[in-house]
């Protein structure tokens, strides 16, 4: 099975704007620190990572803002592994207020490249087995 | 005829990030940026906007990042109005490296709506005028 | 005794630039946080005072940047209510690294303001009373 | 003499916050901008002394926040090196609203150090000439 997290998130004043909610660019931030965390929870850190010359770099995000959320707001965020291939990852990700109303959603494509060049490669086969996706690849 | 700009950014180190690139959430800081100067270009300043309880807010984003733009890159952000509905736009934007390769490019939503409520609301008529979107209107 | 506390900040990509450290301005934002959760903690929410027309705005700070903090370092921050006057308050705060090594020194001197005029105003005694900072106060 | 410079900043709805002012933080991003255009005016470009393995971090501020800046504000920057030591520059910068009135004011020590471990290092002798800055280093 795919992984699945819930992380939470205390909307501070630098998150919001003059409009009085969340500036819509910071979930994209919100919804990295979840997928940090639930990587850190399967034993992957990203300063790991790098170490080892590979970066997981956002290769494309489909976004919906749905209601802005305010200050002082604890958002609940859920993530989930939708769709593993040998070079990237989709995020599927909810951002709710504490009403359990939606604030955002996206998906978000996650690829594997090399730090220094930023070309595409391979997702680790360690990393692959740690996210639990191995049965996920196709055969071929 | 729809609206057109261009518009450039200058990367910060604030852009970046310790993968030695802009921070991807940036790309929607910078496209806003475009947005906002296109529209004071065309004599809409968003704070007279809020004068008038109306809010211009981000409603849906695709995004595509394609190369990372670093420090020091002077990057060109080209913004068109894809489309003109009663109560929202889209924009068609374009962020390029000085080479002219694409570094991320968007199709953005944005929702008129009232500034306290956030529910949408028609978009003013004058402000249609102002760029230049009238003709676009379904005529029912 | 003027209040004391503890946060913890957990360091992600956005908080990084393309030096590899933290970003120097984002410990102002780190230290808000602290303060921030400081002042939840004595049941003080920065919501509710703009609802009393209330802000604690920044009047200065003096900071020092000792150490860089890297990706994923688990931060700890000590505030420390340092002074506290009629209309603002000082707080001393330092930011370590999970060595215990300090990477951020401040004093910050926190104003009370109405909210729509930005002007200086007395901090509201239910408010000082919950900072348990009534003793400090000159008696004049 | 010493170097002096003037820069542009225009307050973008990101760089407000739900207090209805740009958010504090942002005037070290803000001055910071105006110290590398300063820098890049004399023929210093960041990524360029990257790749000398050098890097001129922030050592210390003292800032002083005067009056709020708002959305659409043009901010003008004042730069000025205060004084030049063998590892070290100081700057004086203002940032001033368009009546005029200082919104921010502050002296920033920024340090010459080594990318990689972030020690101290002397500012290289051709960097400290494009600054005109020779004569104000010690004799002994």
């Keep these: 099975m795919l992984a699945t997290a819930e992380y939470q998130v205390r909307v501070f004043i630098e998150d919001t704007d003059a409009s009085g909610v969340v500036y819509h660019a910071n979930y994209l931030r919100f919804m990295e620190r979840a997928r940090t965390e639930m990587m850190r929870s399967l034993g992957i850190e990203q300063s790991a990572t790098f170490e080892h010359e590979v970066?997981?770099?956002?290769?494309?995000?489909?976004?919906?803002?749905?209601?802005?959320?305010?200050?002082?707001?604890?958002?609940?965020?859920?993530?989930?592994?939708?769709?593993?291939?040998?070079?990237?990852?989709?995020?599927?990700?909810?951002?709710?207020?504490?009403?359990?109303?939606?604030?955002?959603?996206?998906?978000?494509?996650?690829?594997?490249?090399?730090?220094?060049?930023h070309r595409a490669r391979r997702i680790p086969t360690e990393l692959m087995a740690l996210m639990g996706a191995t049965k996920q690849l196709p055969s071929g």
């Design 55 to 117: 970066a997981f770099v956002v290769h494309s995000a489909q976004m919906r803002f749905l209601r802005g959320a305010r200050l002082d707001d604890l958002l609940r965020i859920e993530t989930a592994v939708d769709n593993v291939r040998a070079a990237s990852l989709v995020f599927h990700q909810v951002v709710r207020l504490r009403s359990g109303e939606p604030a955002c959603e996206a998906q978000v494509r996650v690829a594997c490249v090399h730090l220094k060049t």
